[in-house]
T-cell receptor, first 111, second 115 residues
């Protein structure tokens, strides 16, 4: 079964609005990463948050991590049509040296 | 330009044929990975390699084989034993770091269709 599960599966918003995606996981992690995938393309790394961090920012992205709830959220502020893509969380389990991906959230930003 | 190159981008195969997908990286990364993606699904790990001449099975290794003879190359063979090989295949690499998996760099993928 998937280690990470994103919620919602799909999200449609207007340009300028904020988009929030959530990720839940099941076991202890070293870190959690968020990736973006445009249709038919490879994944692009967005941000990595370690298990001892609670919040991280990168440009219009804000990621939070709550290890007690085993969950993370990705916030994209002031969204643009170019943000339309699928967003995946991936967890790095302790002593595993591999990432386990969720099924992703499909974000559509309407102009 | 550093990066990961996958080829071919599109591949058609007849049932019963083996096919090999190429993955080359010039990032000097030790670790390389193969993932499979089905429509509307996440990525599932097929094989991964942390160092040359060594690799491990992922979650769905049956019907696939790999080799890691060179640091920069990690080819994936989809054998006739793979029951449902039609999928999008993604190769990735990362730098080995002490105790955790860092950022993965992905290729643009290879789409395999079985006719």
């Amino acid at each position: 079964s998937q280690q990470g599960e994103e919620d919602p599966q799909a999200l449609s918003i207007q340009e300028g609005e904020n988009a929030t995606m959530n990720c839940s996981y099941k076991t202890s992690i070293n870190n959690l990463q968020w990736y973006r995938q445009n249709s038919g393309r490879g994944l692009v790394h967005l941000i990595l948050i370690r298990s001892n961090e609670r919040e991280k920012h990168s440009g219009r992205l804000r990621v939070t991590l709550d290890t007690s709830k085993k969950s993370s959220s990705l916030l994209i502020t002031a969204s643009r049509a170019a943000d339309t893509a699928s967003y995946f969380c991936a967890t790095d389990l302790s002593s595993n040296y591999k990432l386990t991906f969720g099924k992703g959230t499909l974000l559509t930003v309407n102009p | 330009d550093g990066g990961i190159t996958q080829s071919p981008k599109y591949l058609f195969r007849k049932e019963g044929q083996n096919v090999t997908l190429s993955c080359e990286q010039n990032l000097n990364h030790d670790a390389m990975y193969w993932y499979r993606q089905d429509p509307g699904q996440g990525l599932r790990l097929i094989y991964y390699s942390q160092i040359v001449n060594d690799f491990q099975k992922g979650d769905i290794a049956e019907g696939y084989s790999v080799s890691r003879e060179k640091k920069e190359s990690f080819p994936l063979t989809v054998t006739s034993a793979q029951k449902n090989p039609t999928a999008f295949y993604l190769c990735a690499s990362s730098q080995r770091t002490g105790g955790f998996t860092g950022e993965l760099f992905f290729g643009e993928g290879s789409r395999l269709t079985v006719l």
